[in-house]
């Protein structure tokens, strides 16, 4: 990937693969790929929500969110349960482990790693707002040559709670000290009121974007994060999880795609 990254080299990268992006999960491999042969430190924190609303179909289950975060009921929280620690995390293990990436999955609960608090404002059920991450389990596997694949289901007070993947990778890449928080989409980047892709966005910009309802829905906590993890000091972009080299250029840092937040 060039020496020009050779100042981020032994920095953690927050990758976050949405669940719309999961069909192109082959070429995020290669990147990550890359990425650990160049010296970063990947962490891949990944969604699934098209999963999750297939399988809730399934069994006769109509999805519900408000404002972009799913509506978790005790049963949608077995079936996310299932889908994001178990069949989506496994697949993406296997995938890297195939194609000689060392990988450990898990979900935030384990070693207590992302620990929360379920959201009251608004009340979705048994869905959480993080509380803290402990970074030490991520940079124990990290030092031990792996890539973290972290599932969003956190430990609750009580058990385990549902988590907007969105957040948690904002969250990870501030407990860690993330130098890129990349968060790879089935959109080319974030678009203003006029359907242009805006290849930056301040924090005053988005404020407006959102005040206007053009960041909306599913966007707002891409956005949200993005902004927590450039209070932390990282860069932080949301790119088209179709681009071959969607994470590749944002770590040279010729971000030729997607949306880059700047201060």
């Not at 790929?33 to 699934?48: K, M, S, T, W």
């Not at 000290?177 to 805006?198: C, M, N, Q, S, Y």
């Not at 971000?255 to 880059?260: K, L, Q």
């Amino acid at each position: 990937m060039g020496e020009c990254m050779n100042e981020t080299r032994g920095k953690p990268v927050v990758i976050k693969l949405g669940g719309s992006a999961l069909p192109h999960r082959e070429a995020v491999i290669r990147d990550l790929r890359e990425a650990l042969d160049a010296g970063f430190r990947p962490i891949l924190v990944h969604g699934g929500g098209p999963v999750i609303s297939a399988w809730l179909t399934r069994i006769g289950k109509v999805a519900k969110f408000v404002d972009g975060l799913r509506v978790t009921d005790e049963e949608t929280l077995e079936v996310a349960t299932m889908a994001l620690a178990g069949k989506i995390n496994k697949e993406l293990v296997a995938i890297l482990q195939l194609s000689g990436t060392p990988a450990f999955g898990m979900a935030g609960a384990d070693g207590g790693c992302v620990r929360a608090k379920r959201m009251t404002t608004p009340d979705l059920g048994f869905v959480g707002e993080v509380v803290a991450v402990d970074p030490r389990p991520l940079n124990a596997l990290m030092d031990a040559g792996y890539v973290p694949v972290i599932a969003p289901i956190a430990l609750g007070e009580h058990g385990l709670l549902n988590i907007n993947a969105d957040t948690v990778a904002g969250d990870i890449a501030h407990a860690t000290g993330a130098e890129i928080l990349i968060f790879l989409t089935d959109v080319p980047g974030v678009k203003d009121a006029t359907g242009t892709v805006r290849t930056s966005l301040s924090r005053i910009e988005c404020a407006a974007l959102r005040a206007s309802g053009v960041i909306s829905g599913g966007m707002i906590p891409k956005v949200d994060a993005c902004l927590r993890a450039l209070d932390g000091g990282a860069r932080a972009a949301i790119a088209d999880g179709s681009d071959a080299d969607a994470i590749g250029v944002h770590l040279r840092s010729q971000a030729t795609s997607g949306t880059v937040f700047v201060h």
